[in-house]
C-alpha cells in the first residue's frame, strides 16, 4: 500500500523506521495528547515498527502508515485507519514530528488517506477523535472537512488526569462537497 503526494509518501512501516519513530514519539509535546508515555524506548519502537509493517490496510482493523519526506526520504510522523468490519466506516488518528508541524504535512497525509478512504474503497464515513485541548488537531480535522459531532466530558484517564474528547465525523458526501475534497 503505497499513497503519494507531491511531498510525501504514505508506505508501509519497516525496520529501519524504528529509530526515528522512536524520537519523534519520545518527544513529550509530540506524546502529551497521545495514549504512550515518552520516552519510547528503542526496544519499544522496534515491537511497534514490527506490529505495524504485519498490519493490512485492505482488511479490518487498525493499520498505520508511515509519513515519508520525500525530500530526504526521512519519516517524519504517521496516520493510522482502524477500518470497521463492514468496510464502509474508518476511524483515522496522527502524529507528525514536532519539527515537522506547521508545514502543513499532517493536512496532506491526513487528506491522501481520506481520498483513498472515499474514493478507491467507497468509504462512507471517517471519524476522528481528539483530546479537547490538543486544538491544533482539532482545527487541522475542520480544515479537512469534518464536522465536530460531539464532546464527551472527562471520559477519558490518561496520564494521571481526566481528559474530555472531541468527536468528529466526515461523510463521503461531506468531501464531495467541500471544498478539501
Same mark, same amino acid.
Request: proline share 3%; glycine share 8%; aromatic share 8%.
Given at each position: 500500500?503505497?499513497? &503519494?503526494?507531491?511531498?510525501?509518501?504514505?508506505?508501509?512501516?519497516?525496520?529501519?523506521?524504528?529509530?526515528?519513530?522512536?524520537?519523534?514519539?519520545?518527544?513529550?509535546?509530540?506524546?502529551?495528547?497521545?495514549?504512550?508515555?515518552?520516552?519510547?524506548?528503542?526496544?519499544?519502537? =522496534?515491537?511497534?515498527?514490527? =506490529?505495524?509493517?504485519?498490519?493490512?490496510?485492505?482488511?479490518?482493523?487498525?493499520?498505520?502508515?508511515?509519513?515519508?519526506?520525500?525530500?530526504?526520504?526521512?519519516?517524519?510522523?504517521?496516520?493510522?485507519?482502524?477500518? *470497521?468490519?463492514?468496510?464502509?466506516?474508518? &476511524?483515522?488518528?496522527?502524529?507528525?514530528?514536532?519539527?515537522?508541524?506547521? *508545514?502543513?504535512?499532517? =493536512? &496532506?497525509?491526513? %487528506?491522501?488517506?481520506?481520498?483513498?478512504?472515499?474514493?478507491?474503497?467507497?468509504? *462512507?464515513?471517517?471519524? =476522528?477523535?481528539?483530546?479537547?485541548?490538543?486544538?491544533?488537531?482539532?482545527?487541522?480535522?475542520?480544515?479537512?472537512?469534518?464536522?465536530?459531532?460531539?464532546?464527551?466530558?472527562?471520559?477519558?484517564?490518561?496520564?494521571?488526569?481526566?481528559?474530555?474528547?472531541?468527536?468528529? %465525523?466526515?461523510?463521503?458526501?461531506?468531501?464531495?462537497?467541500?471544498?478539501?475534497?
Amino acid at each position: 500500500m503505497l499513497l &503519494e503526494t507531491p511531498r510525501l509518501v504514505l508506505r508501509r512501516f519497516r525496520t529501519e523506521d524504528a529509530a526515528p519513530l522512536a524520537s519523534y514519539r519520545s518527544d513529550p509535546s509530540v506524546a502529551r495528547y497521545q495514549s504512550w508515555t515518552a520516552p519510547v524506548s528503542a526496544d519499544t519502537a =522496534a515491537r511497534t515498527v514490527r =506490529a505495524f509493517a504485519e498490519g493490512s490496510a485492505e482488511d479490518p482493523g487498525w493499520f498505520q502508515y508511515a509519513i515519508e519526506l520525500k525530500a530526504g526520504r526521512c519519516l517524519v510522523g504517521d496516520v493510522g485507519v482502524c477500518l *470497521h468490519e463492514n468496510l464502509t466506516q474508518a &476511524e483515522i488518528g496522527f502524529t507528525l514530528a514536532c519539527d515537522r508541524q506547521g *508545514h502543513g504535512y499532517a =493536512a &496532506e497525509a491526513v %487528506g491522501v488517506v481520506l481520498d483513498d478512504l472515499f474514493g478507491r474503497r467507497g468509504v *462512507h464515513r471517517v471519524s =476522528a477523535e481528539c483530546d479537547a485541548r490538543n486544538t491544533r488537531s482539532a482545527r487541522l480535522l475542520l480544515r479537512l472537512g469534518f464536522v465536530r459531532e460531539g464532546l464527551l466530558r472527562q471520559a477519558t484517564w490518561i496520564k494521571g488526569e481526566w481528559t474530555d474528547d472531541l468527536l468528529f %465525523g466526515l461523510l463521503s458526501s461531506d468531501r464531495q462537497s467541500s471544498p478539501a475534497g
